[in-house]
């Protein structure tokens, strides 16, 4: 560290610098030796764990989404470098083939169709939409396709009784996917500036730790 001295009425008489931290700067670098990438390696498995947890959070302040279905759609993985078993860096990806299904975004059936709320605080109306249960056993907002055939199917009701009835092809509802979710408005800016202090800070902290450790 540099200051400037000063004696009496202001004047300047010369420059100090501080030697003993110049010193105490090489003496750690010598101690560090070549663990620098060993600590940014950590770092980066450390932001791979976590960025996944920050995205999940930013995302659910704004959408009216529950905590399992966003990691359930999302996936954060280290990257290599190409040739390379170093680690460079955290890839998080979002599930993007298909949308999440209207019902999970606090979907109720109503006399108009199915209402929902995609983001806090706002609910919508899907009108003529209604909740049926499909063939794989799971409930859906689904929505009859304007036009299609109709065919007859047979049916036993809740008496045993055989029943007959013509079936229209139905189509489910999905919103946003979690890809769209994570690419909306500033939030890859957001989450970058927290995957670069979290990488800063937690090289910082290996670094002071091994140093406290073998000097």
Same mark, same amino acid.
């Given at each position: 560290? *540099? ?34 990438? =060993? ?21 659910? *302040? ?33 599930? =993007?083939?298909?949308?999440?299904? #209207? ?28 909740? *049926? ?17 109709? =065919? ?9 009784? !055989? ?16 890809? !769209? ?10 989450? #970058? ?23």
């Amino acid at each position: 560290m *540099a200051r400037v001295l000063r004696e009496r009425h202001g004047r300047t008489t010369g420059v100090s610098f501080d030697i003993d931290g110049t010193a105490a700067f090489g003496r750690d670098m010598e101690l560090l030796g070549n663990r620098i990438p =060993w600590f940014q390696e950590r770092a980066i498995q450390t932001l791979a764990r976590r960025l996944s947890v920050e995205a999940r959070r930013d995302i659910q *302040a704004e959408y009216n989404i529950t905590a399992t279905r966003v990691r359930n759609h999302m996936r954060a993985t280290v990257v290599r470098g190409e040739g390379s078993a170093r680690l460079t860096g955290v890839r998080l990806t979002g599930q =993007w083939k298909r949308g999440i299904g #209207l019902l999970n975004f606090s979907g109720r059936q109503t006399r108009k169709g199915v209402t929902y709320s995609v983001y806090r605080g706002r609910r919508q109306l899907e009108a003529h939409a209604f909740i *049926a249960r499909m063939k794989s056993g799971n409930l859906h907002a689904v929505q009859r396709i304007p036009g299609a055939k109709t =065919w007859k199917r047979t049916y036993t009701d809740r008496k045993g009784k !055989q029943r007959e009835r013509m079936d229209q092809p139905l189509d489910v509802l999905y919103r946003s996917t979690v890809a !769209q979710m994570l690419a909306k408005g500033r939030r890859p800016e957001r989450l #970058l500036d927290y995957s670069r202090n979290l990488l800063r800070a937690d090289v910082e902290r290996q670094i002071g730790s091994y140093l406290r450790n073998h000097r």
